[in-house]
């Protein structure tokens, strides 16, 4: 008679103790792999939590940022390009440049190529006095429509330009002479009407006058001439003032470049805000994750060793059981010629087939437990990235072992029995 033979006919006459070996084995197998499918179904769902709260947070943070353009379009240009020669304690003590230039320098930056500057506005500004209003001083400022830059697209003004024979008055000078949209004044000796009254800013502007450029040029006397070309710094690489210092400095030799500290930091700030918050959201998402994650895996760390050890004495008591039960049976088949290794085998085979089968009927229990307990929807996409071939192949080799470790005791009992003591006993 074979081994295996042995060990079939072993386990259908002892049918209640293998059945309860396999559940035992298919018990602990189960509950490892319905731990590690709960993992890996976490993994899964928190992978495609990330991307939707990625997806989700990137359109946020295009609404975010746009609005935030909006708003920081009202902090207006954040350069200043002054002609060359100009010193800037007669520029700060003036409040507006002393030397001008040609006006032809504007366009001249605008068909440079520069990508760290965009919305160009020439503007020439003086500070003068109102013949017709008691000789008050006031600054005069001409500026026109942004000059269009070649390499980039139209872009929405930050500052509307000033229509021919109009005038836009700062708060103190229309708030002084009440004056009012739709009101005509003359200034040096040329008729304006009021286009727009602005609201009181805290600063020079509320005592400018703003009109077209070219009528300012031809007050002032400075046809084709401007003292200042307002700019903004965009929020890119290399954006740094003194990059763009140097790369201005190639085109308009000795021109001066003045940050508006404040308006860049406001700016960047604002840009960045909506970032910032972004990542932080996604950061606590991941964290959260991570922290339920590693709840679970502590909790598996000792409850599974356990459940297995657990399972191993239980079958390996089942199988002293079998022993002591069988004993006048193990000393006839010793009598009848069967060797000692014959015998030790046939109960050592049997434990290999308890793993096997606990093993196979745990991981098929462990995976439907992870499939229908776990975060993702059950469908054939999560059986997919759950089912784990490698993990199956493991526990199929692992499993009996340890169920024949667990039975080694009781089989090497078995094996050195004494025939002769076995009968005379009986």
């Known amino acids: 008679m074979t081994l295996w ?31 590690l499918s709960l993992l890996r179904a976490h993994d899964e769902r928190t992978g495609q939590i990330l991307e939707a709260k990625e997806a989700q947070t990137a359109a ?24 060359a020669g100009q010193r800037l304690d007669d520029f700060h003590a003036e409040g507006c440049a002393t030397l001008d230039m040609p006006e032809d320098n504007v366009r001249r930056l605008a068909d440079s190529g520069l990508m760290t500057i965009r ?23 001409g500026v026109r429509g942004e000059f ?37 004044i003359t200034l040096l000796e040329k008729r304006f009407s009021v286009g727009r009254c602005n609201a009181q800013r805290g600063s020079k502007d509320d005592i400018t006058l703003w009109i077209d450029l070219a009528e300012a040029q031809m007050l002032l006397d400075k046809p084709g001439r401007i003292n200042a070309i307002l700019a903004l710094k965009c929020l890119c690489a290399g954006n740094e003032i003194v990059n763009i210092r140097a790369e201005i400095d190639t085109i308009l030799p000795g021109v001066q470049i003045i940050e508006l500290t404040n308006k860049v930091v406001t700016r960047a700030e604002a840009r960045n805000r909506a970032r910032i918050a972004a990542m932080n959201a996604i950061a606590e998402e991941k964290a959260g994750r991570a922290r339920l994650r590693a ?88 059986a997919v990235v759950l089912f784990q071939p490698d993990m199956l192949v493991c526990l199929l080799i692992a499993a009996p072992l340890v169920a024949v470790l667990a039975s080694w005791l009781p089989a090497l009992i078995a094996a050195r029995q004494d025939p002769a003591l076995v009968l005379k006993d009986e």
């Open 5 to 35: 033979r042995l060990v079939f006919k072993e386990i259908r006459l002892r049918r209640l103790s293998f059945c309860l070996s396999a559940a035992l084995a298919a018990a602990s197998v189960g509950l490892l792999v319905a731990h």
């Open 60 to 83: 946020e943070m295009r609404r975010l940022e746009d609005d935030y353009r909006k708003i920081m379009k009202k902090l207006g240009f954040n350069l200043l390009v002054l002609p």
């Open 119 to 141: 919305h160009l506005l020439p503007s020439l500004e003086q500070k003068i006095r109102w013949p017709e209003q008691g000789q008050r001083r006031i600054y005069l400022a």
């Open 148 to 184: 269009p830059m070649s390499h980039r697209a139209p872009k929405e003004p930050l500052s509307a330009a000033v229509e021919p024979g109009s005038a836009v008055l700062g708060f103190e000078i229309w708030d002084s002479l009440k004056l009012q949209k739709g009101d005509m």
């Open 295 to 382: 709840e679970r895996e502590s909790f598996a760390a000792w409850v599974i060793p356990m459940v297995v050890l657990v399972a191993a004495a239980w079958i390996g008591l089942l199988a002293l059981m079998n022993v002591r039960d069988r004993r006048c049976e193990i000393g006839l088949l010793r009598a009848v010629g069967f060797q000692a290794r014959q015998i030790m085998g046939m109960f050592l085979g049997r434990a290999a087939l308890v793993g096997l089968v606990g093993a196979g009927l745990g991981y098929a229990l462990g995976f439907t437990l992870g499939m229908l307990a776990g975060e993702t929807a059950v469908e054939a996409r999560s």
